[in-house]
DNA sequence: ACGTTTCCTGGAAACGTTTCCCGGTACGCT
DNA sequence: AGCGTACCGGGAAACGTTTCCAGGAAACGT
């Protein structure tokens, strides 16, 4: 009895699966309810009409019977061939900008009962490839991407694929993905006139790796308003709070340091304050970083920002594909949102009269 | 042409693919290749032995081709109807403890090639449902779950399925599931050890919902070391900074204020922090939270924190998770990871000597 | 009252894959 | 040389679902 069975059509698997304890399929429930399979998934998926009655006996047997459905059979048969799933490239789940967007993404789909696979490039081309390349094929309908910008041809590829993508935070040279990024040239830009207008001249600009987008226009930004920077104020290249640490700290060695920084990216701003704070600097030298983190306002001075609002990026990000998802086929669209200056103290700090202010002053306290 | 195509078998499914540009399968590499469907389904998974020359070739056609491995089909049909996908819900994706346990959790899974589908349910238990079942849908093949508690009949559910589930930070009353916690009552009773060997009597606590299994551990622990604190100065319930700030507020303004807070979660401390910052009383009222969290050591003082580690509880959460898929069969684990009590001031802060310090004496300048 | 349309239902054919099973070839051994 | 074994390859049957199609009953119009 337990070693094998009949060879016998419906038979073998029947008995197999309940011997096996497989889940219940619906023709188990057809069978239960009296009723034909294809009742069934009508009455699974309410598509169709049914007679209340019958609906009402097919619920009945799927709730005694325990029946799930199952999604991917369900896919690979459907015309549409939808998963019901969207996935995100981010560069790190665990970072708060990327876990905001993640989140905006995440409600969008929800609100559609789409669920969002999700993975950490870690700024990897590598690591986005395989990601999209997994994510292709796991049949997500849908992509959306914070491009590390070196891995456009698998991008194109899922494009090529009829996979609907959209970029976001980063643009990407494609000209079939949608979108969506921060107006990172003006926000730099702004902020950079600010600390000009406070005096400042000798500004420093630290900023992360120059593959990535946003670092390119946010560097170009402060270059607009400070074209001729002396290069030894100007550290590119900084990915992590300890190297920005240490190129703070050489920059404070300097004879004529600088009398204000200016920040491309969160981590950086947090070492930069840090080193500031180790040496009793933070009320006189000004900082500006790009994106907000949190706590930036407990902090004395609290710290100015340009402000993003990832999941602004996220909701819009999810809205170009969800379009995209319902049909719409134009050609690529560029969202643009804007940033937000938040004026916490470190960036009001006005530049010292003199060009290198005397040790002794810039230990004077600083109410 | 274009209207309808001849009934012939394997013509009308080519036919159609072509012109509709459908997906190329494996029956196409099979015969581009030259070979049977089942030798590419060895090729690409590579499994069975097969001849150098064939894998060359099939491989060769696939890329001409463009070949994409359908991950759906293939979970349908396998054997153990493995998807390659776990499962992660978590309070809110977006906040640090989730994401950093989200970020080990998915390195973990990375490195088996598996997939991280996530959701937030907010601390919802229906939504903790919605996103079970869904999930349980998708035919995920494991699930990691931080349970609101009050939806344990539908992880039990899945349980009896036969997926694998791991209760992550919150003790399940369920004996099918693994669970990873945190010694909640430890870590808070000598954080309050601490602040009672420092002087402190008049201590208050600040705790989330008592529906959290977390929140009623820390309580608890708290109540071991100041088992008849005034209930005035207890309050639970507290789910956001704003929240935490009023609290923190009213109990500022009694005749007779805490000498010390402790907090049983992040958003607490900060409100707490905040409020204390606010009336200049953050170094003369000790405060320790549970939970680091970001910038706690910019502040100053450094605030102190019992702090948890998401991500080993995440890794830990994985890693049984893991062996269960690994065909682990054991009765339920129940892994506990130690917290670790950072000193940064804030919780370090000596009991002034008199009760209640006058006014006057509150309000002189910190330093 | 009869033809025609509409509606509901069930059987069966896909979807793209894995896996079972069997035929065939090559090889080793006696 | 003959036999057995090991191995490789291909055809076809699943997996659980949706969708096509056709049949039958009911409803409708004239």
Redesign the interface.
């Known amino acids: 009895m337990t070693a094998s069975f009949p060879k016998g059509r419906t038979v073998t698997g029947e008995r197999r699966r309940a011997e096996a304890?497989q889940?219940v399929t619906m023709r188990d429930v057809a069978n239960l309810a009296g009723v034909g399979i294809a009742t069934v998934s009508r009455v699974v998926n309410n598509t169709g009409s049914v007679t209340p009655e019958l609906v009402e006996k097919v619920q009945e047997a799927a709730r005694t019977l325990?029946y799930?459905?199952?999604?991917?059979?369900s896919?690979?048969r459907r015309a549409d061939r939808r998963?019901?799933?969207v996935a995100l490239v981010l560069e790190?789940?665990?970072?708060?900008f990327?876990?905001?967007l993640?989140?905006a993404v995440?409600?969008a789909a929800?609100e559609r009962?789409i669920?969002?696979?999700?993975?950490?490039s870690d700024e990897s081309p590598e690591r986005e490839r395989e990601l999209v390349e997994?994510?292709?094929?796991?049949?997500a309908d849908g992509l959306i991407v914070v491009p590390t910008g070196r891995a456009d041809a698998t991008i194109e590829?899922a494009r090529?694929?009829?996979i609907p993508v959209v970029a976001v935070d980063r643009m990407v040279r494609l000209d079939s993905v949608d979108t969506v990024t921060v107006d990172n040239q003006e926000g730099t830009a702004r902020a950079a006139a600010r600390l000009r207008d406070l005096g400042h001249r000798r500004v420093a600009y630290f900023g992360d790796l120059a593959t990535i987008w946003t670092a390119r226009e946010r560097f170009t930004g402060f270059t607009s308003v400070f074209p001729d920077v002396p290069p030894a104020l100007i550290r590119r290249e900084l990915h992590s709070i300890d190297a920005a640490e240490d190129a703070a700290r050489a920059l404070l060695a300097l004879p004529e340091p600088p009398t204000a920084f200016i920040s491309g990216q969160n981590l950086i701003t947090?070492g930069i304050?840090?080193v500031l704070?180790d040496s009793g600097l933070e009320r006189r030298i000004a900082l500006t970083g790009f994106d907000d983190?949190?706590?930036?306002d407990?902090?004395?001075p609290g710290v100015s920002v340009i402000a993003q609002d990832p999941a602004a990026l996220g909701a819009e990000a999810a809205r170009l594909l969800l379009s995209r998802l319902d049909g719409h086929n134009g050609p690529a669209r560029h969202s643009v949102v804007p940033t937000r200056y938040i004026a916490r103290g470190s960036g009001e700090i006005r530049a010292a009269a003199g060009e290198a202010p005397a040790a002794a002053e810039v230990r004077a306290p600083g109410r």
């Open positions: 304890r889940s325990g799930r459905h199952d999604a991917t059979a896919s690979l998963t019901g799933t790190d789940v665990s970072n708060p990327s876990s905001a993640h989140r995440s409600d929800a009962g669920l969002v696979l999700s993975g950490s997994t994510f292709t094929a796991r049949r590829a090529r694929l009829g947090i304050r840090r704070q983190f949190p706590l930036a407990l902090l004395s």
